[in-house]
Each structure stands twice: as C-alpha cells, then as structure tokens.
C-alpha cells in the first residue's frame, strides 16, 4: 500500500462501498501511508504498544529508540543491549523477555523475518503466532505498519473496537463477530478502513 495509485484505488473502494467510513474519508482527506518496511522494527514497537494506550506506547518506543545508533533498532542491537536499560526505558520486565527471545531468534535464524513480501497473510501471522509475545494482534500490526498489506482486519484491536462502537453508533464495544459483518464490504481494502478509523479515534 505505499504505492499511491493502490492506496488511491482503496480509499476509492472503502468510500464507496460504506457511507460512514466515506464520512470519515471526507472529513479527514487523504491519511499519509507509506510502510517502512521493516518488520522487525514494527515487531518490536507492536510489543512495545501491547495493552498501552498511544500516548504511554510512543513515549516508551522513542525511549527504547533512543538506545540505538542511529535510533534504528536491529535484531543484533536488541541483543545486545541490556535488561537494566530496557527497564529504565520503562519496559516491562515481561516485555523485555519477549524482546530479548525475539531478538535472539532472529539473529540465531529460528525466526525468518526476510523474503515476507512472498509470504501471504495469514502464513505470516502463523510464523509470528508461536513466539513468545507475539499473537494474532501483533503480527497483523507488523502486515498493516511494516509491510502495508491491503486487507488486515485486526478485529481485537482496541481502538479499531471503539472507533467502530462511535461511528456505527452501537451500545456496546463490538465483538469481533460483528466488526467482521460490519467490515464486510471493505474488502478487499480493510486496511484503509482501519486507518481512517484510527484517525478519526484519535482526532474524535
């Protein structure tokens, strides 16, 4: 999805196909997306951001960063740097367990981060799926925030819940039973959904 033309064509479908996610593409124009590419990075911030709200998340993932030269974090720079540091960055001891098992499994090859793009889906959230840390919500943040896959729906997602709750007008936080039915007809464009979702979340 960084390319323009294929972000384009997705607003264009989700705008379409759903007035009040058009609404929201009205209200808030074009969203900027361009991917990174780097899953590793997404990975470790998608840890980082487990159960934290966005302000604490940042705050936390630009301390970590900041322990890298030159603020790029790498499989072999996580390794490398201490416990001691990770918690005075403010990570939790159960994160930093998660962060140094990922780290060594990248680095040892148990955990094959390269060659993703040729890699569908779902076969990268049952990779991501058996490492200690790592399920279901965040790899689908390493396919929307790293690799830019089109259709990710990340149904647990917090955010995506409440956004979902306010613009449907519903009573209740939905479950992902119902964020599926709703997302129906995104498809195969989820990913731009969510984005103006998340926006919109935050700028409410």
């Known amino acids: 999805m960084g390319d323009a033309d294929v972000f384009s064509a997705g607003v264009s479908h989700v705008s379409g196909s759903d007035a009040r996610i058009g609404r929201l593409v009205a209200r808030h124009g074009r969203i900027g997306f361009r991917p990174p590419g780097r899953p590793f990075a997404a990975l470790v911030e998608s840890i980082l951001s487990q159960q934290l709200n966005g302000v604490a998340a940042d705050k936390i993932?630009?301390?970590v960063s900041l322990l890298f030269k030159p603020g790029r974090i790498s499989p072999e720079g996580l390794a490398a740097v201490s416990e001691r540091e990770l918690r005075a960055a403010g990570v939790s001891p159960q994160k930093v367990s998660y962060l140094k098992d990922i780290a060594s499994r990248v680095v040892d090859g148990r955990l094959e981060l390269r060659n993703l793009a040729n890699r569908s889906d779902e076969e990268i959230v049952e990779m991501m799926d058996g490492v200690?840390?790592?399920g279901r919500w965040?790899?689908?943040m390493v396919l929307i925030f790293a690799l830019g896959r089109?259709?990710?729906l990340p149904v647990d997602d917090f955010g995506i819940r409440k956004a979902v709750k306010?613009?449907?007008g519903l009573r209740d936080l939905p479950k992902p039973v119902k964020i599926e039915e709703i997302a129906g007809p995104w498809h195969p464009y989820s990913t731009?959904?969510?984005l103006y979702l998340w926006k919109d979340k935050d700028t409410a």
Do not use: K, L, N
């Open 61 to 63: 993932i630009g301390r």
């Open 132 to 134: 200690r840390g790592v």
């Open 138 to 140: 965040t790899a689908q």
């Open 150 to 152: 089109p259709d990710v």
């Open 166 to 168: 306010r613009v449907y």
């Open 192 to 194: 731009v959904a969510c």
